[in-house]
């Protein structure tokens, strides 16, 4: 699904490559110019030289303190430099034990050099292995020691649930390292992609986010990554307190395709959609020209009601039913013209850049 009708653009209010979605502000880009309780906690040097938390935890799970030391070696901070000369700055994490960072493609598009920054202040140079502008996700691989590299654990985004707490850690305003706390404060949020397409199933948190923490880890009371901070809303520029975060079950998928030299495919049905005037539904606003819905005989203002026998809200559950499939797969779209019901069944073409 096409989400042209979100307004994307590059805002230049004291960032270099901010995206902007409406007044969603990519929360990534920082122009460079010059809660849980625990028991007690006893810390230790493990193996590779990360201080482990090996205390018992209580239910409700660890401390913002003991995410913090759990995680905090593997959180960097990214430099880009551009064609245009200006220098941008956003953040990033340890996927694996390759050396492979993950962050948002905001934050590297158009990079000429990436500077890679560890918390002991060491620095690599970075080479970008893939992006992925449907996703605003990309991957660059550093050549730094073992004992350097400390991956996060990837959590499972499909359990989180609303009110969870969450830890964000990152480069706001170009300060590495900074770690801010809140919730969950709602799930299944669609936001716009860099190409205007839209991110299905985007996490919402109140942690204060700000620009330069763009890539950074969303983390859970277990101290595994749940999101990618991207986004923010606001009408200020900086936190309102309306954060988006692209889920860790993406990110995984992603990631993997990036890392393996694959261009990620995204399935691609061909129409823009808006919530419907009834209770249900979601009306299709534009059919695009030879895509799979107008091949199909989808037309303008037509009411999807279900996909695949699911029933179908409003507009972000078109997004997330196509999201969750590839191209090349078959759907059954049931929709109402003219208060009369009808079904179509769809191949799913590829998304284009």
């Known amino acids: 699904m096409n989400a042209s ?8 209010a004291g960032v270099v490559g901010a995206l902007a979605a409406g007044v969603g502000i990519g929360a990534g ?16 040097s493990s193996g590779n030289g990360r201080a482990e938390d090996t205390s018992a935890t209580a239910p409700d799970g660890l401390s913002v303190n003991a995410i913090y030391r759990r995680t905090q070696q593997g959180v960097v901070d990214i430099r880009v430099g551009t064609s245009k000369g200006p220098h941008a700055e956003g953040s990033g994490w340890v996927y694996d034990s390759k050396g492979d960072i993950v962050t948002n493609q905001h934050v590297v598009n158009g990079a000429t050099s990436i500077t890679v920054t560890f918390p002991d202040g060491k620095s690599y140079k970075g080479r970008l292995l893939g992006s992925d502008s449907s996703t605003d996700l990309a991957v660059v691989r550093v050549s730094a020691p073992s004992s350097e590299l400390a991956p996060i654990q990837v959590g499972n985004s499909d359990a989180v649930q609303v009110g969870d707490p969450v830890v964000a ?35 919402q948190t109140d942690a204060p986010i700000n620009h330069g923490n763009s890539g950074g880890p969303l983390l859970n009371d277990s101290a595994q990554v749940i999101g990618v901070n991207a986004q923010i809303q606001s009408d200020s520029g900086g936190n309102d307190g309306v954060g988006f975060a692209i889920p860790s079950n993406t990110v995984r998928s992603v990631a993997a395709q990036l890392i393996a030299g694959k261009t990620v495919a995204h399935a691609y049905i061909g129409v823009s959609v808006r919530d419907s005037s009834s209770p249900l539904g979601a009306e299709l606003e534009r059919i695009f020209p030879d895509t799979p819905a107008a091949k199909a005989g989808l037309k303008a203002g037509d009411v999807i009601t279900s996909i695949d026998g699911k029933t179908v809200s409003g507009e972000s559950d078109v997004s997330d039913a196509i999201g969750q499939l590839k191209p090349g797969n078959k759907i059954t779209v049931t929709y109402e013209r003219g208060g009369k019901s009808a079904t179509a069944t769809i191949t799913l073409g590829t998304r284009p850049s």
């Open 5 to 12: 009708r979100r307004a994307v653009a590059l805002t230049a």
């Open 29 to 44: 880009v920082y122009a460079s110019v010059a809660p849980a309780t625990t028991t007690t906690t006893v810390i230790q």
């Open 169 to 203: 850690i990152g480069s706001p305003f170009g300060l590495p390292g900074t770690v801010t706390s809140g919730i969950v404060s709602a799930l299944h949020r669609s936001i716009s992609a860099p190409n205007n397409f839209t991110i299905a199933n985007s996490i």
